[in-house]
């Protein structure tokens, strides 16, 4: 009848040891400190914890055999032990991992000196080394650690070989030191590639959570469009619908065969707009096969795509490109041009329809003006156009007001921007594509380049207008 009150005691007690040791690893962790500093606490809360308990088995050991010179050793450690731990729970965490590095390795000394051979330490040392690369990021300090504690270290081993003859030769004290930097070294490489493994996931987490948090908003805008848009051309397919089956009934065969174009025209432009909303939600770095771009072929093979004359009003491409090379995907480029060119044609009342592409670099990006002469857009309109289902004039032109969103989708994808600056004639899209840079540079010289401004490039392309 007392056994299940005896294992109700027991995991009881199990559980409230555990909890102990869990406040015990928590000491001197802080939300306003880096999770690298909380990181570094923890990991010295729990050597001291490991250290602590196996002092106290040592101490109790020994003890029994009377050695003790080891049970005083083991005592000094676990003294200095709780030392640490108080500067912990008074949140001074670096006081206490300077204390654990500098301090650890003069206790050790003093007993290998004080035991007159009984302790060699070796082991100690090791353990010290290994303390001292976890504790420290830059390498300089490592190294500076490393030589601190083998300082220690290889007097000890001179006073054991000298003093004492615990070492039989100098031999054995070079073989010491060697297994000793080998062993320190190793776990420089080691610690600091690990290092290494963590930031640049810490760097990759860092980019998803962008990319998610650009990628939720995105959605929220598109949900919000989807819901108005596409309803528009369902609901006018229902109506239409029962006006078509109303006229049939009635024997207008007119009126329903007109109802019936009306009914394929919106089913037309419900698969037009679900086409380039997949299209959208498709796109992504995956895709971004990049190649070596030949700028003016690229605008050529516009160039011979769009120059036609449709009646009685003439379309022409002009080009200039002073045989300019980008990286970039030809695929999603040669669409988001095409995009370009295509509303340059559309939005456009003029007789002669007049688009002018030309591209530029400097040391730091490559550009890529695309400017016409058609019926311009509005100041307050220049932002929305790059949204959703964004559309100057719903009725009068035709289109999904998909196509600027996906050249600023490709633009993302290719690190670039895209913008426009327009009057009451004419629009000028800019496209800036950042150069890869092969050389090292600091973050601060690429905070000061400074892009050329919009308006600049848009009155060069218009000055330059001859050269086409």
């Known amino acids: 009848m007392g056994t299940p009150a005896i294992m109700i005691t027991q995991a009881s007690t199990s559980k409230s040891v555990l909890d102990v040791v869990k406040w015990l690893l928590q000491l001197g962790n802080s939300p306003s400190t880096s999770p690298w500093d909380n990181n570094k606490t923890y990991h010295l809360n729990l050597l001291l914890l490991v250290s602590t308990v196996a002092s106290t088995i040592f101490a109790l050991v020994y003890s029994y055999f009377g050695q003790m010179t080891i049970v005083y050793s083991a005592v000094s450690i676990i003294a200095f032990n709780i030392l640490l731990v108080f500067l912990q729970a008074k949140q001074k965490p670096y006081i206490a991992r300077l204390l654990t590095c500098f301090g650890y390795p003069l206790l050790f000394f003093l007993f290998i000196y004080l035991g007159k051979g009984e302790l060699k330490g070796e082991y100690a040392f090791f353990l010290m080394v290994s303390i001292s690369v976890l504790f420290f990021r830059s390498l300089w300090r490592q190294i500076g650690m490393i030589a601190l504690v083998f300082s220690f270290f290889l007097t000890s ?75 528009t051309p369902l609901r006018q397919i229902v109506s239409f619908s029962k006006l078509a089956q109303s006229s049939n009934q009635q024997g207008e ?63 022409n491409i002009h080009t200039a490109a002073h045989d300019l090379q980008m990286s970039g995907s030809p695929i999603l480029l040669q669409m988001v041009l095409q995009n370009l060119v295509e509303n340059g044609i559309k939005y456009n009342e003029s007789s002669t329809k007049e688009i002018w592409l030309e591209a530029s670099e400097d040391e730091h990006e490559t550009r890529i003006i695309v400017r016409d002469n058609g019926i311009g857009i509005p100041e307050d309109d220049q932002e929305k156009i790059f949204t959703v289902f964004h559309r100057l004039d719903h009725h009068k032109y035709q289109g999904t007001g998909l196509g600027l969103a996906i050249a600023k989708k490709i633009m993302d994808i290719h690190g670039g921007q895209i913008a426009v600056i327009s ?22 010289t690429k905070e000061q380049q400074q892009p050329i401004p919009l308006k600049m490039l848009y009155q060069i392309s218009k000055q330059n207008r001859a050269i086409f």
């Open 157 to 231: 081993q001179i006073i054991l070989f000298q003093q004492f003859g615990a070492i039989e030769n100098g031999l054995s004290i070079l073989g010491n030191c060697i297994i000793f930097l080998s062993i320190a070294f190793a776990l420089v490489l080691i610690n600091n590639s690990f290092i290494r493994q963590i930031i640049d996931s810490s760097k990759k987490n860092a980019q998803l959570l962008k990319e998610l948090a650009y990628s939720n908003e995105e959605l929220k805008r598109l949900n919000y469009m989807v819901s108005h848009d596409l309803r």
């Open 253 to 315: 065969t007119s009126s329903t065969t007109e109802y019936m174009e009306l009914i394929e025209h919106s089913a037309r432009e419900l698969y037009s707009m679900t086409e380039n909303l997949l299209s959208l939600a498709h796109l992504d770095q995956n895709q971004l096969k990049v190649e070596t771009l030949q700028l003016e072929s690229l605008f050529c093979r516009l160039k011979q795509q769009f120059s036609k004359i449709e009646g009685s009003k003439t379309i």
């Open 423 to 444: 009057g009451q004639q004419g629009s000028a899209f800019a496209l800036r594509f950042p150069k890869v840079n092969t050389e090292s540079e600091s973050t601060d």
